[in-house]
């Protein structure tokens, strides 16, 4: 059973920084490409970051310079590193994996970016 649980979400300032982890079980972590996707309210949800198991990283333009997406295979943990946060960054942030063709995802941690 795959299970992706997100963490270190929370309520930051305009310019802050977060880092959030997701803890993946039930895969192979190292061969899996892992994602970061977020979901606005009232918006769709949308690519925010990837990394595959070796190669290079693919971010979306809007977090291009701001975000890192990481992982630690020992861990089985994949991050995502952001910064100079901006209002418009507030979203539900969700881990994203594929296995067997399924998609799976994690419940999601809450960022807000405000004053």
């Known amino acids: 059973q795959v299970q992706l649980v997100e963490s270190g979400g929370g309520l930051v300032q305009p310019g802050g920084s977060l880092r959030l982890s997701c803890a993946a079980s039930g895969i192979i972590f190292s061969i899996h490409t892992m994602g970061w996707f977020r979901q606005a309210p009232g918006k769709q949800r949308e690519l925010v970051a990837t990394i595959p198991s070796g190669g290079s990283t693919n971010y979306a333009d ?20 952001m910064n100079n946060l901006k209002p418009e960054d507030t979203a539900t942030y ?6 067997g063709g399924l998609e799976f995802w ?9 004053s």
């Open 62 to 81: 809007s977090v291009k310079g701001r975000f890192t997406i990481s992982r630690d295979n020992a861990k089985n943990t994949v991050y995502l590193q």
């Open 94 to 99: 969700y881990c994203n994996t594929v296995r």
């Open 106 to 114: 994690g419940k999601g941690t809450l960022v807000t970016v405000s």
